[in-house]
Structure formats: C-alpha cells, structure tokens
C-alpha cells in the first residue's frame, strides 16, 4: 500500500495514511464529531508523540490507558473527545493483535468478496455499519483492494463518481464536494425529524 490520499489535506500526514493500513484504519475511527482533515491528520500527530514513523498495533495495544489518553490530550489535542478516542483505538489495536497478529492489511489482503470484507469491517470496534461500508470504498476507490462485488457491498459509497465520503476525496475542490453532500445529508435529516414533531393537522 503506497498511495497517495488527499484526506488530511497535510502532506506529512497524508503521506503516512497511503502507506500504512493502520494509520487509514486510524483515521476512519476518528472521523467523528470533527472535521474529516482533523481526524485523518491524527494518525501523523499520534506517530509524532509516540516518535515513530508509523503506528504499530503491539504497541499502541500495550500501552498504559492512561498515558496513552494524555498523548491524545495534548494540545493540539488528536480529536473533541481525546480520551474516549484514546480507548477505542487501543481496543482497534488489541482487536488487531489477537486476530490478525497486529498486521492491519490482513483485514483486506486475502478476503475474497466484497461482502466477506464488509463483514471484517464490521467487527472491528469502533466500526459500525456505515463506517465499515465508507472504508470499503475508500479501499476500492483510492488503495486499490477490490475484491468481487466491492462496489455493491460498499452501497452508495461504492458508487462511481458519487462525492458522499473520504472515499470520494481526491484533493481540495472534491473535499468541498463532498462537504457539501454531508451538510445536505444534515439539513435533510433535520427536516425530516421536525417534520415528524409537528402533528398533521
């Protein structure tokens, strides 16, 4: 896996998300309640602070939860709610180190289908459904893994030439792109929920 995304809009941190599976499956869980550059930079600023060059399952798994928090924490801290990102990540990792020996891309490297990977996304924490079908797309998308029926298990993410998700980021002006999609997804879900408060008459 060597790449290059555009997700972080930071050349360092971009850099770091094209050539190590775990720092995408970083960024993925912490695209939450934040902007998407701010959790995909994240993985860079925990490599930073740990002083490594990329991430390594074993040793974000081992570490003491709380020192591993108060990295997250520091300012600029790695995402809104630092400490309970802090946690999942350890347990992404700790997922990784008992079932695919630390080695991220093994999610991916020998699933035959796009259903069978979908559904390897699904279990890791920290991934629900709609997280787990965004990665499938941008696994098919931008890095290449695309194993049969991808695009149908990744759902309207999978679309071609959609602008719905990271998966569909491949610099400034489609970022913007998808921006916009979210703040209509968000406007339309509001319309709907007051729609469903105000009694028909």
């Not at 360092?12 to 190590?20: F, I, M, N, P, W």
């Not at 960024?27 to 990329?54: H, N, S, Y």
């Not at 928090?69 to 999942?88: C, D, F, N, T």
């Not at 796009?114 to 996304?121: A, F, W, Y």
């Amino acid at each position: 896996m060597d790449v290059t995304l555009h997700l972080a809009q930071d050349p360092d941190a971009d850099e770091l998300l094209g050539r190590s599976p775990l720092a995408a499956l970083v960024g993925m869980l912490l695209d939450q309640q934040v902007p998407m550059e701010w959790a995909f930079k994240g993985p860079r600023t925990i490599a930073d602070r740990l002083g490594a060059d990329d991430l390594d399952a074993h040793d974000i798994a081992a570490r003491d939860p709380e020192a591993f928090a108060a990295l997250l924490s520091e300012k600029p801290a790695v995402h809104r709610y630092p400490g309970s990102m802090a946690k999942r990540i350890q347990q992404l990792c700790q997922y990784l180190v008992e079932h695919y020996d630390g080695d991220a891309a093994a999610v991916w490297k020998d699933a035959g289908t796009g259903k069978e990977l979908l559904g390897r996304l699904e279990e890791l924490p920290g991934f629900g459904k709609q997280k787990a079908r965004i990665f499938l797309a941008l696994l098919g998308k931008r890095l290449g893994v695309r194993p049969t029926g991808w695009r149908e298990a990744a759902g309207a993410y999978g679309e071609p030439d959609s602008f719905r998700s990271v998966a569909d980021i491949t610099g400034p002006e489609s970022l913007a792109k998808v921006r916009a999609h979210k703040q209509e997804m968000k406007a339309a879900a509001k319309t709907a929920k007051a729609a469903k408060k105000t009694p028909s008459s």
